[in-house]
């Protein structure tokens, strides 16, 4: 009989399940959100310079959309450098590199950074020397001035964002 009132125990325990006090990721992003911790992307304008290190990307309004450009600096010769136009959807920067054709792809935007994918289209690949690349490139707001996002430029004095 003791045996059985084990059993019973253990079954009635196992049958309880505790509440989930976790919450989800995105109530903790609109409660961040609601509270001013971090930007909501949806209403932030993308328009600004962007870094980490010496790697860049320039954001300014456009009659169409964005213009945009790109630079990595590797150092030892080792760049990356491109202008084009980007379009927003939400949380996706839709870039185009017109300085490179067949270069474009969607990036990330929350707000505060802009993160590229770890894969790129090969036709990016024009945009490096080297063995330097774009993919992976990941850039936190310095700026939202449109114009120190027009003054960037590449490490050989082309303007990226300005002009046009």
Do not use: W
């Amino acid at each position: 009989m003791t045996g059985l009132v084990a059993v019973s125990l253990l079954t009635g325990c196992q049958n309880q399940s505790a509440p989930d006090a976790r919450p989800t990721p995105s109530s903790l992003e609109a409660a961040a959100i609601d509270a001013g911790i971090i930007s909501d992307p949806a209403n932030t304008d993308p328009t600004g310079l962007y870094a980490r290190d010496r790697d860049k990307i320039c954001v300014v309004p456009s009659a169409t959309a964005f213009r945009v450009g790109l630079y990595v600096d590797y150092g030892d010769d080792y760049f990356c450098s491109g202008s084009g136009e980007a379009t927003r959807a939400g949380e996706t920067l839709h870039i185009e590199l017109t300085s490179v054709p067949g270069c474009s792809f969607d990036a990330k935007f929350d707000g505060d950074r802009i993160a590229i994918p770890g894969a790129l289209p090969d036709a990016c690949q024009k945009a490096c020397s080297k063995r330097a690349s774009l993919a992976g490139l990941n850039v936190e707001r310095l700026s939202d001035s449109p114009s120190e996002a027009a003054a960037l430029r590449d490490g050989r004095g082309r303007m990226l964002c300005g002009g046009k």
